[in-house]
């Protein structure tokens, strides 16, 4: 048998190539063996960051620009959401002053329908809450029904009572039928010199379509219950009768002036005895001046002058700048709300024959009824 003198294994052998020692496992996971002498190792530099150009800088302060001012908008326009579809009245700021001491004006202008009574009583309830040392009411109005502006002077007169805060009236360009009848418990009328007030009185207006429907071919029939002869009075589609415009004076108007009568009497009996108001009852309008000869207004001035009586009526300290502040009724929000309060007339036309062609017909036909329909206002013709 044959030695192997270089201690190598063999190709017979088997046991790997030649030329190769054996691989001993305990030293596979040793470190590699050090570098070389005089091995310099590269270093991996990072990339140069590439130098923006001047547009490019002019872009991203652009953009920046443009994200910040995107932010302040939308708070801007929450805020807005949620002042104008919050709840009820609101009070803003209309004079600064001293904040011990406030006087709030509420408004009430147009027409006073159900809505302004609406408006009127939660405003009214809010001051209950947080009383105020007087209230100037701003009225610009030519009048109302007459339910709803009974409904308001209700109102005003319990708000008194309850609180003992001095009401004051500032009348505006027209004051006159409802509008005098809302500012008659004031405990003092102030008049701008153009203001036009007076109209006591009441009137019922209505209109009838006979002739038009038999141009048009319509015949209307009505049938009433046995017992319900008169159900059918002063309806639209046939001319009045002497007797059913009597009745309607006797059972609907007198009693209407009578009130209206009462009403301006209980508040002007300092200055006026119910004989002289019976007198200038007759739905006459007045200028300022006409009206302060006759002791239906204290006082020719402008906004200003009524704030002077109300914090004179609040018998505040002398020097006192009191706050001012008037209360309003928020609008919806939306583009449609906010066209709409900026005066836009051809887009409350537009709203209104929209909300018409929407109608079904048992809608228009109680739409028509109610436009139809005779109503007892306290009303001035003029404006």
Avoid at 148 to 163: L, P
Avoid at 299 to 313: K, N, P, S, T
Wanted: proline letters at 8%.
């Amino acid at each position: 048998m044959s030695e192997n003198p270089s201690n190598q294994p063999s190709e017979e052998s088997g046991s790997g190539p030649v030329g190769r020692g054996p691989v001993d496992p305990r030293g596979a996971n040793q470190p590699p063996p050090p570098p070389p002498q005089g091995y310099a190792p590269v270093a991996m530099m990072p990339a140069a960051p590439q130098q923006r150009g001047m547009w490019g800088k002019l872009g991203a302060s652009l953009l920046t620009t443009v994200l910040l001012l995107s932010i302040g908008v939308n708070i801007y326009l929450g805020i807005i959401v949620a002042a104008y579809t919050g709840g009820g009245p609101r009070e803003s700021a209309y004079e600064d002053g001293d904040r011990s001491h406030r006087i709030v004006v509420l408004p009430i202008e147009e027409m006073v329908t159900d809505s302004t009574h609406a408006f009127v009583r939660r405003a009214l309830r809010l001051l209950e809450d947080d009383p105020p040392a007087a209230v100037v009411l701003r009225i610009d109005c030519p009048g109302g029904t007459v339910a709803a502006s009974d409904r308001v002077w209700h109102e005003i007169t319990r708000f008194k009572e309850k609180t003992n805060v001095p009401v004051v009236a500032s009348f505006g360009s027209v004051a006159a039928s409802g509008g005098y009848y809302i500012a008659a418990p004031a405990d003092a009328i102030v008049a701008e010199p153009t203001t036009i007030t007076g109209s006591i009185g009441v009137i019922v207006m209505g209109f009838t379509v006979n002739e038009l429907l038999d141009k048009i071919g319509v015949t209307p029939e009505i049938v009433t219950s046995e017992f319900s002869t008169n159900k059918d009075q002063l309806l639209p589609i046939r001319p009045w009768t002497d007797e059913e415009r009597e009745i309607l004076r006797v059972t609907r108007l007198e009693p209407a002036w009578e009130r209206f009568v009462h009403v301006v009497h209980e508040g002007r009996s300092h200055v006026l005895d119910e004989a002289a108001i019976r007198e200038l009852a007759t739905g006459e309008v007045f200028s300022a001046q006409q009206a302060y000869d006759l002791k239906l207004v204290d006082q020719i001035g402008y906004m200003e002058d009524a704030l002077a009586l109300a914090r004179e009526q609040a018998d505040l300290p002398e020097g006192v700048e009191p706050r001012v502040t008037i209360i309003r009724q928020p609008r919806g929000f939306g583009l449609m709300s906010l066209l709409a309060a900026s005066g836009s007339t051809e887009l409350d036309a537009m709203q209104q024959v929209r909300q018409l062609r929407d109608l079904s017909p048992e809608q228009l036909r109680a739409w028509v009824m109610e436009m139809a329909a005779p109503r007892a206002m306290y009303q001035s013709s003029q404006r």
